[in-house]
């Protein structure tokens, strides 16, 4: 089997008060497995909410799941990213969990997975 490479490009967004990031579970994955995006958010004051879109390769990888962070509701589209706080939100921590699938017909290499035009409600 041939293994692609995943660089997730660590892209923070700078709201009044906060910033938000992202993290691959692992750099580099076989064809046809999982593997996890974590969108991270630290803030001020609580996290309310966090709206963007999602951009990766669709020819690579596929969305499995979204699961939104503790406490917080997910509003999403297919390539969005929309959460709302179902109680106070939090400071710092885990906002959204997301697994992609590498496609059987991935080609061999790099790719990249960044959220776009963001807004971290505070």
Do not use: C, H, R, W
Not at 3 to 19: E, K, M, N, P, R
Not at 93 to 99: A, D, E, Q, R, S
């Amino acid at each position: 089997m041939a293994l692609i490479f995943i660089i997730s490009i660590v892209t923070t967004v700078y709201a009044a008060t906060g910033s938000i990031s992202l993290g691959a579970s692992t750099d580099t994955v076989l064809l046809g497995k999982t593997f996890t995006v974590t969108i991270a958010g630290v803030a001020d004051n609580d996290i309310t909410a966090l709206q963007g879109s999602l951009s990766y390769d669709t020819e690579k990888l596929s969305i499995e799941e979204k699961v939104p962070g503790t406490n917080f509701s997910d509003l999403s589209g297919s390539n969005e990213i929309a959460i709302t706080s179902s109680s106070e939100g939090i400071t710092s921590g885990t906002l959204y969990t997301i697994t992609f699938k590498v496609l059987d017909t991935a080609e061999l290499g790099e790719t990249t997975i960044k959220v776009e035009n963001a807004t971290l409600a505070l």
